[in-house]
C-alpha cells in the first residue's frame, strides 16, 4: 500500500496479513507524516466490507503465515561469506543449519561473522537463554561493526531479541517463536532474512522443564 524509508531501506505497508481473497483499494492517504496507529488506506473485501489500514501488523506468536498452498523448496544456496561454510556445509536460502560444540569453541563468534557478511537483508538473533554477558557484548558489538553491504552500522539492519538465562523458561519458547514471527514478517516484504537462534539446547532444556 506504500512504504517508509527506515534508514538504508524502504519498510513496506502491507496490506492486513489475515485478508483472504480479492480485495480493491478505495482510499490512500496521500504522502506525509503519519502515526502507526493512523489510518493510510481504505481496503475493501471481496465480500464488501470495509477495512482500515495502518501502518502496522497484529500477528500472533506461534501462528504460522500461511503464503503459500505448499511448501516452497530451497534451489538457491545462501553466500555466508565464511569461505569454510560455503565450501564445505552449504546452507540454502531458506533452508536451516545447526551449529553444534562445546562451551567456549567459538559458536558466538561464527555467529558474529554470519551476521556481518552473510548475504541478506534483515539478521534477527535471538539470545535464547543466554548469559547476560554474551548480550551486553551482541548490543556493545554491532553498533561498531560494518556492514559490507551499506557501509554504515551493522545494527541498522539486525534485530536483537533479549532473552537471558535470568529470565523465567516460559520466556524462552516465546522468544523463539517471537524471532520466527519477525522472519515471516519481512519474508513476506520479499526482503532475505537470517534468523539466528543461540541457542536452541536451552530452547530444549527450558520446554523440558515446562513439560515436567
Not at 56 to 72: D, L, M, S, Y
Not at 128 to 153: H, Q
Amino acid at each position: 500500500l506504500g512504504w517508509v524509508q527506515e534508514l538504508h531501506y524502504k519498510h513496506q505497508i502491507m496490506a492486513p496479513m489475515d485478508m483472504l481473497g480479492v480485495a480493491t483499494v478505495q482510499e490512500v492517504k496521500p504522502q506525509g507524516e503519519y502515526t502507526v496507529s493512523e489510518v493510510i488506506a481504505v481496503l475493501t473485501n471481496d465480500r464488501g466490507q470495509r477495512v482500515e489500514c495502518t501502518m502496522t501488523q497484529n500477528w500472533p506468536v506461534k501462528k504460522a503465515i500461511k503464503a503459500f498452498p505448499e511448501r516452497v523448496y530451497p534451489r538457491e544456496l545462501l553466500v555466508t561469506g565464511s569461505r569454510i561454510i560455503d565450501t564445505m556445509f552449504p546452507v540454502a536460502r531458506g533452508g536451516t543449519a545447526c551449529i553444534p560444540g562445546p562451551f567456549g569453541a567459538g559458536k558466538t563468534v561464527l555467529q558474529h561473522l554470519l551476521s556481518q557478511f552473510a548475504a541478506v537483508d534483515i539478521v534477527i538473533v535471538v539470545a535464547c537463554g543466554e548469559r547476560a554477558g554474551e548480550v551486553v557484548e551482541l548490543i556493545c558489538e554491532f553498533p561498531e561493526l560494518e556492514d559490507p553491504k551499506t557501509g554504515g552500522s551493522l545494527m541498522d539492519r539486525t534485530i536483537i531479541i533479549c532473552n537471558t538465562s535470568s529470565m523465567p523458561v516460559a520466556a524462552r519458547e516465546a522468544s523463539i517463536y517471537t524471532g520466527i514471527t519477525m522472519g515471516e514478517y519481512y519474508r513476506q516484504m520479499g526482503r532475505d532474512v537470517l534468523v539466528l537462534a543461540d541457542s536452541t539446547s536451552r530452547w530444549a532444556q527450558a520446554m523440558r522443564e515446562l513439560s515436567g
